[in-house]
């Protein structure tokens, strides 16, 4: 069986004949191109291709794959057909090294296959076209997707008869494909960045997670040992423990951080408001019983101002304390040694304004821009204390949820003061938004 006779590839500029482009062929690429342009979802895309474009290419099946690890392999992105069941569908992989798409790569060339029962039987090793036959497809033209002079992926068409396509078909498919390309690039890019930065929060979840638990037990036992539960210990060994707690008391707050970072970016943060929330008690109050043994260790002491009578607040109370016990841990870390830190709430009708004073150096102007951003930290001498840079992003895209506003306010030398206020009901215009200039406590 000569692979010749049910293989071939077209090369559009020798192969160009003298087909005439009737006024309805172009519409139907003008369409295209204004679809493509007006940056649909590729799924969207190719869904309109399959639709709008089987009455210039006959098309019983369509598919897209993308070309991946180095170009060693193609991979399924997309398929659909007029029948049912599809074999070969989102996901499947095959190597190209070896296979009838290999030259494609390397000369940009489409390929048809007229009749593919007679190319199984040469070639019986394909497991795509396997399915493909088994799926009842007889022929097929595919177009290489070329950005830039690489070859990016495939589109594939496919009909349930055999030496359907034609050197026109092909003219008509590479002008379709070259408005394609790049919009399929983006949306690939894009779609693999999701998909890593998807890996990425998970591997960082499990990480933290597992880190946790241990060094939580750690940082327990070795308090014991510290504070003399378990016999008296001479003054070296309190040092050297007081020493070791600290060092694993970073570890916890940084897997806790990462933890809350996994959660944030990986949108399993659901705002859950409740219309009843007691502020003080449920929020304020937990979150600085959270890190007292951080503001005893400090010898810090808290001064609250806090209203006599608080009404109800809309708001989630578990992301709350997440924001509180980071603005608190930052105070903590930053303030000086001894020094107060002031924890203010106002209840107004139309909002809620709460805020974290502390003693300490604060923060340059310059770097107020740096804030509230993930992984950036303080450039400032003053500053450079170890820290995950995380927290007050996590702060931040928690009052976002709220639709609320999070800001930060510093005399540099003297003190830094970090606040947040949600309109009341949560997302009432003139609440929050229309307050940017009142704060929740007085200004030192």
């Not at 089987?54 to 598919?63: A, E, F, L, Q």
């Amino acid at each position: 069986m000569s692979l010749q006779s049910t293989l071939r590839y077209v090369d559009p500029l020798r192969e160009r004949g003298n087909h005439k482009i009737n006024a309805g062929t172009r519409a139907v690429l003008l369409t295209v191109n204004q679809k493509v342009a007006a940056k649909l979802s590729l799924n969207d895309v190719v869904d309109f291709l399959f639709e709008r474009t089987r009455s210039i290419i006959p098309c019983d099946r369509i598919g897209l794959a993308f070309v991946e690890d180095d170009g060693h392999r193609i991979v399924s992105h997309y398929a659909r057909a007029d029948y049912q069941p599809l074999l070969l569908t989102r996901g499947y992989a095959g190597d190209l090294r070896g296979s009838s798409l290999e030259p494609m790569i390397k000369t940009g060339k489409p390929r048809i296959v007229d009749d593919l029962v007679k190319y199984l039987e040469a070639h019986p090793g394909s497991h795509s076209t396997r399915l493909l036959v088994g799926e009842g497809v007889r022929s097929s033209l595919t177009c290489p997707l070329i950005v830039e002079g690489r070859v990016l992926g495939f589109l594939f068409r496919s009909s349930r008869q055999a030496y359907t396509y034609t050197a026109h078909h092909v003219e008509l498919e590479m002008a379709i494909s070259e408005r394609l390309s790049q919009a399929a690039e983006k949306a690939w890019r894009i779609e693999q960045l999701t998909a890593a930065n998807h890996a990425y929060l998970e591997m960082l979840a499990f990480v933290s997670h597992e880190i946790k638990n241990p060094v939580a037990s750690i940082v327990t036992d070795a308090r014991l040992l510290a504070d003399g539960y378990l016999g008296a210990l001479e003054q070296p060994q309190k040092d050297k423990l007081e020493r070791l707690i600290g060092k694993a008391q970073y570890l916890l707050e940084l897997a806790q951080d990462y933890l809350d970072l996994a959660r944030v970016d990986g949108g399993q943060l659901v705002l859950e408001a409740d219309a009843q929330v007691d502020v003080v008690g449920e929020v304020v109050l937990p979150a600085i019983d959270i890190v007292r043994s951080q503001i005893d260790r400090r010898s810090m002491h808290v001064e609250l101002s806090l209203p006599d009578e608080c009404a109800a607040v809309e708001c989630d109370s578990g992301l709350l304390r997440i924001v509180l016990v980071n603005l608190l841990s930052n105070a903590v870390k930053y303030g000086n040694e001894g020094g107060e830190i002031r924890v203010g709430v106002v209840r107004e009708p139309s909002r809620l304004a709460v805020s974290v004073w502390n003693e300490g150096q604060g923060f340059p102007p310059e770097d107020r821009a740096r804030l509230f951003r993930r992984f950036s930290r303080l450039r400032s001498t003053a500053a450079q204390k170890k820290g995950t840079g995380v927290g007050l992003y996590s702060a931040w895209r928690i009052i976002q949820l709220h639709h609320g506003r999070i800001r930060a306010r510093s005399e540099q030398g003297a003190w830094a003061e970090f606040s947040f206020e949600l309109s009341q009901p949560l997302g009432v215009e003139g609440g929050a938004a229309e307050n940017t200039d009142r704060h929740a406590t007085a200004r030192p």
